[in-house]
């Protein structure tokens, strides 16, 4: 199936980010940020969540997990020995993080959960796009334009973080209506755009007949399309990806490289992570999201 017209759904935590006030004092709170990678995307959280702590005077610390689950603990460990007064924690796994989360409840240190979650210990909050939702908004895109007929390659991402999980479930939902739509493969590229690569060009060899790729991030859909083109198959290929919305997956999406970015907002997530937390230490409650939006591009809209 050949890619056609290009589209863009934006799915994100949006907010109205009420300004409290700038101050040019000393920080009146200490925040760590645990990020579980510093990838564009996460980098991106790690910009919103800055600019935002320096508008409410607040000291960031930002630590990089380097997607390793022990690293992340140990940060963890470090920051409650710093007495930092609230944690925000991208998880590098779901289920790893658990006993760090429950260390920082034990010792009173409120918990936002950014962009993934952790399946236990107590958040006060968690920010995030609708990851199953994404999935399935991108795995239906993909059926309708297989016909409900086609080979279909899942670019999944880290293995056990709930992002992986939440986009891998949300695609499976739609894909069980389409039996005749084939996943002839399921890799892990690591949400990197390394391991898209090196993953698309074993799977290309692999399936001669491949119609469609479900990538669960950005990075690792741009290193599928340079692998397709690379073995000049790209053209014969439908891409949908779960992305974030920057500047190199915008554009490939406009050049119709990639069919289709259900695009979150990341520096909306980390700045209302931030917010969400001071509200907390101020007054005790938690600012809450609207619900998701979809935006269309011309077109597309159902």
Do not use: W
Not at 56 to 84: H, P, Y
């Amino acid at each position: 199936m050949k890619a056609k017209k290009p589209a863009t759904l934006i799915l994100a935590a949006l907010g109205s980010l009420a300004l409290l006030g700038s101050t040019t004092a000393a920080p009146q709170y200490t925040f760590g940020l645990l990020l579980s990678a510093m990838t564009p995307y996460f980098a991106t959280i790690k910009s919103g969540a800055e600019s935002e702590a320096k508008k409410l005077g607040v000291q960031l610390l930002v630590e990089n997990g380097n997607n390793d689950s022990a690293t992340q603990s140990n940060q963890v460990d470090t920051l409650i020995a710093r007495k930092v007064n609230l944690l925000l924690i991208n998880p590098t796994d779901a289920k790893a993080l658990i006993p760090a989360v429950e260390k920082a409840n034990a010792a009173h240190i409120p918990v936002v959960f950014i962009d993934r979650k952790a399946d236990g210990g107590h958040a006060i909050a968690y920010f995030a796009s609708d990851n199953t939702q994404a999935g399935a908004q991108a795995c239906q895109f993909l059926a309708n334009h297989l016909h409900g007929k086609g080979n279909l390659f899942m670019l999944l991402g880290i293995s056990g973080a709930s992002a992986t999980n939440e986009r891998s479930a949300g695609c499976d939902s739609v894909l069980q209506h389409y039996p005749n739509i084939h996943v002839v493969a399921r890799q892990s590229g690591h949400f990197s755009r390394r391991g898209g690569l090196t993953v698309m060009r074993d799977v290309l060899i692999a399936h001669p007949n491949l119609d469609a790729v479900y990538a669960e991030n950005g990075q690792m859909a741009i290193g599928a399309v340079r692998a397709a083109e690379a073995a000049g198959r790209l053209k014969n290929l439908t891409i949908a990806m779960i992305g974030s919305g920057s500047a190199g997956e915008t554009q490939l999406v406009k050049e119709g490289k990639i069919a289709l970015s259900v695009a979150q907002q990341p520096a909306v997530m980390g700045a209302l992570g931030v917010e969400a937390g001071y509200n907390y230490l101020n007054t005790g409650t938690v600012f809450v999201p609207v619900p998701l939006h979809m935006d269309y591009a011309p077109g597309q809209r159902p």
